[in-house]
């Protein structure tokens, strides 16, 4: 006989759980005992145990009232503005205690500026006892105390610069000077140097440090064809430990070829960069020189290393420029970049209504000169140079009977008139100025040069790339009133588009010709 029985669940007897309940040693509230640090609850642990302990409430931070930067120890010297992360942190650096805990905020109470002090609010977490955590927030407040910086302090004494870079270049005028200048407010390379000095010849400029020379020369390699010589002066050693003070000086002596230069190679060079006729234009400078022959188009780049092992000087620049005004031209050929090859029959600006002598001349110019046009060449019919290549050149029996008469080199655009202005103007580096007044003639030649800059920069996109030029509001309205009763044109613009909008810089000054940084 079998018996079935049903599976019914049982119903579970709860059984209650009971907490270790203790009382607060301190106030005697009843607390859980298995989480309770050190027998308080959580009202008597925050009252009771301080975890800032240790941590400085008070400090003292110098700064340098003549360059406003803050002592960051050991050594270094930070700018910092007011109330800045900058500031933020070298305040937090500054407190001791600070490692024991970790920061959940920190920020500036405000003070009044005169008041010469700095209060923070800070937060920080720590482990109060054993699985417990505890978060709490303080005041710290900073004394502000003045501190010459050494920089500072050398800049009142006759040791001011520690390294110099002296760039040279031995030309009559001063172009290459202002493009150099134009390119370096365009990169920033200026920003390390405590002087600036224009000397004869070239521009000197001091350096606090050494480093900061030796990456200003680099910048110089890289724009420019130089070469560069060291030298260093002792100033004092300490026989002690056997420290020694030094002056640096850098050499550097650009290649005395500029733009639009014409250049009468050695016959080896010559051969050497491609065979390319000795007689040539230089049209353009840049880590090498480039060169052109105006009557075949051929084109040739000399490098650095090569022209410093034998340099040799330019049959002419452009002082030497002689006034072409073209009767007729024919393109030949069709146009390489932007040249193209033409034949034009021209005849020197001051002989007409004199004479009728004409040139038959080929030009890379043909692109841009038309009939009627005046351009800018140099007389090589019945002219005299005093050049071992050149003279190499006539005893030659390959180029002795393809010597052309004249090389033209640019269009030649009317003069601007000396009230006239641009729309735009240029930057200047903030230079030292000698007590005495230049020369008449020297201030004159200057502005010259400059005038002629300017006019280069309106007449070559290219050279413009590596300019700032900014927009001159005051002077585009006034050409705007004289455009309306004026339609003369006198010369090249540039188009409002390829102009910046001028931002206004703490450091800046402004002149007649440009502005000083």
């Known amino acids: 006989m079998s018996m079935e029985i049903d599976a019914v669940p049982l119903p579970m007897r709860s059984i209650p759980h009971t907490t270790a309940t203790i009382l607060c040693y301190n106030c005697g509230a009843p607390i859980d005992g298995t989480l309770a640090a050190g027998a308080l609850c959580s009202d008597c642990l925050k009252l009771t145990v301080d975890i800032t302990n240790g941590i400085d409430r008070e400090g003292i931070l110098h700064m340098c009232r003549d360059c406003d930067r803050w002592h960051s120890p050991p050594t270094q010297w930070v700018v910092a503005l007011l109330e800045s992360r900058e500031l933020l ?8 205690g600070l490692s024991k805990t970790r920061i959940i905020d920190a920020a500036f109470i405000w003070t009044e500026p005169h008041s010469r002090r700095i209060k923070l609010k800070v937060t920080v977490q720590a482990e109060a006892m054993q699985g417990t955590i505890l978060q709490q927030t303080f005041e710290v407040e900073f004394a502000q105390h003045y501190k010459q910086c050494p ?24 172009r290459t000077f202002l493009y150099l200048e134009q390119f370096m407010l365009k990169q920033g390379a200026h920003k390390d140097c405590i002087n600036i000095k224009e000397v004869q010849n070239g521009i000197d400029f001091y350096f606090a440090q050494r480093n900061h020379a030796e990456k200003f020369v680099d910048f110089l ?10 030298s260093q002066e002792l100033i004092s050693v300490d026989i002690h430990t056997s420290t020694k003070s030094y002056k640096f000086s850098f050499a550097c002596e650009i290649v005395p070829i500029c733009k639009d230069d014409l250049v009468a190679l050695p016959s080896k060079i010559a051969k050497a960069i491609g065979n390319i006729p000795p007689l040539v234009l230089c049209h353009r400078v840049g880590t090498a020189v480039n060169f052109l022959d105006p009557n075949t188009m051929h084109t040739a ?31 030949i050929a069709a146009p390489q970049g932007r040249f193209t090859h033409a034949e034009a029959t021209i005849v020197r600006a001051s002989d007409l209504g004199v004479n009728d002598t004409t040139y038959l001349v080929r030009t890379h110019l043909g692109s841009i000169l038309h009939p009627g046009d005046s351009a ?58 000698n007590d005495m007044k230049p020369r008449k003639q020297d201030a004159e030649r200057e502005e010259y040069d400059y005038e ?8 070559d996109p290219e050279l413009r790339q590596a300019t700032n030029l900014y927009k001159n509001a005051e002077e585009a309205a006034k050409m705007k009133e004289a455009m309306e009763t004026d339609d003369e044109d006198e010369g090249m613009e540039i188009p409002m588009e390829q102009l910046i909008d001028e931002m206004e810089e703490m450091g800046m000054v402004d002149d007649d010709e440009g502005e000083e940084v």
Not at 222 to 229: F, L, Q
Not at 405 to 429: F, P, Q
């Open 301 to 331: 780049d000399l490098s650095t290393p090569i022209y410093w092992r034998a340099p040799f000087a330019p049959l002419a620049n452009v002082k030497d420029l002689v006034e072409f005004v073209v009767m007729d031209i024919e393109p």
């Open 221 to 230: 390699h890289s724009v420019a064809p130089i070469r560069t010589k060291k």
């Open 89 to 96: 942190a070298l305040c937090l650096r500054k407190m001791r």
């Open 452 to 459: 002629q800059f300017l006019q280069d920069l309106e007449a």
């Open 151 to 174: 920089d500072c302090q050398k800049s009142y004494t006759h040791n001011t610069w520690r390294a110099v870079v002296q760039v040279r270049q031995k030309v009559p005028h001063k």
């Open 376 to 433: 800018m060449g140099y007389l090589l019919s019945g002219t005299q140079y005093n050049n071992d290549n050149f003279d190499a050149i006539l005893d030659s029996k390959t180029y002795a009977g393809s010597m052309p008469d004249v090389i033209l080199v640019k269009k030649h655009y009317a003069s601007r008139k000396k009230n006239k202005t641009r729309n735009w103007k240029l930057r200047r580096l903030a230079k030292e100025e």
